[in-house]
C-alpha cells in the first residue's frame, strides 16, 4: 500500500551542483505532478505530466527538468542549483477521471548552500 | 485567471470549539474547490472538494465546506475541534477543471489548545 514514494527524503546540495528527484506511483495514475513548497506560499506546480510521454510546464519550470520515465516514474532534475531552489518537494498523482484528488508522496527537502 | 486567498496564516482554537479556516476564491470559469490538510512532515491529503454537485460538502473528519459563489468563498468548518485536528489546511482552485494543476492559498495553520 506504498502510494506515491519519493527518494531522497532529504538531501544538501552545493550552489551549481545536480541532483535527481526520484518519485513513483503504483496506483495506475495517468496523471503525475512535482510541487514545491514554501513558507507562506503554499504549494507551486513546477511541471506536471497528463500521460506516459507527455510533459508540460506550471507556474515555476525555470532551472528545473523532468522525465516521465513510464507510467510509474517521473523524476525531477535539477541541473545546476541553486539557493533559490531551497524547498520542500512533493510529487503526486492522479486518476483519469475530472477531478480526481491529487496523491502526495511525503516530500523531499533539499537545502541549497 | 484563478486565484485563491486564505484569511488568517495561524488560527487557534480550544478543544472542542467551532474551527473556521477562511478562503476566497478567483476563477474566470465554474470553479473546482478543494481543501487539502499536511500533518507534520508529510505529503498533502484529501479533506475534500467541490465540484458543482452541491453547495455544502462532507470531508473526512467532520470538516465541511459550503460554496458560496455571491461571496466567492469557500470556507472549511468543523463544530469541535479535536487535538488531532492541528495541522496545516490548504485551500486550492482547479486550473482547468481537470483536477491536478491546483493553484494553493497560502496555507492555514491550525492550533488546537487543551
Known amino acids: 500500500n506504498a502510494g506515491v514514494t519519493q527518494t531522497p527524503k532529504f538531501q544538501v546540495l552545493k550552489t551549481g551542483q545536480s541532483m535527481t528527484l526520484q518519485c513513483a506511483q503504483d496506483m495506475n495514475h495517468n496523471s503525475m505532478y512535482w510541487y514545491r513548497q514554501d513558507p507562506g506560499m503554499g504549494l507551486r506546480l513546477i511541471y506536471y505530466s497528463a500521460s506516459e510521454g507527455t510533459t508540460d510546464k506550471g507556474e515555476v519550470p525555470n532551472g528545473y527538468n523532468v522525465s516521465r520515465l513510464n507510467k510509474r516514474e517521473f523524476s525531477l532534475r535539477l541541473e545546476s542549483a541553486a539557493p533559490s531552489q531551497t524547498s520542500v518537494y512533493f510529487c503526486a498523482s492522479s486518476g483519469r477521471t475530472p477531478n480526481s484528488p491529487l496523491h502526495f508522496g511525503n516530500g523531499t527537502r533539499l537545502t541549497v548552500t | 485567471a484563478q486565484s485563491v486567498t486564505q484569511l488568517g496564516s495561524h488560527v487557534s482554537v480550544s478543544e472542542g470549539a467551532l474551527v473556521l479556516l477562511r478562503c476566497n476564491y478567483s476563477?474566470?470559469?465554474?470553479?473546482?474547490l478543494f481543501w487539502y490538510v499536511q500533518y507534520p512532515n508529510q505529503g498533502l491529503q484529501l479533506l475534500l472538494k467541490?465540484?458543482?454537485?452541491?453547495?455544502l460538502v462532507k470531508g473526512i473528519n467532520g470538516f465541511e465546506a459550503e460554496f458560496k459563489k455571491s461571496e466567492t468563498s469557500f470556507h472549511l468548518t468543523k463544530p469541535s475541534a479535536h487535538m488531532s485536528d492541528a495541522a496545516e489546511y490548504f485551500c486550492?482552485?482547479?486550473?482547468?477543471?481537470?483536477?491536478?494543476?491546483?493553484?494553493f492559498g497560502q496555507g492555514t495553520e491550525l492550533s488546537v489548545k487543551p
Open positions: 486550492a482552485v482547479s486550473l482547468d477543471n481537470q483536477g491536478g494543476k491546483l493553484i
Open positions: 476563477s474566470s470559469v465554474p470553479p473546482y
Open positions: 467541490y465540484t458543482s454537485a452541491a453547495t
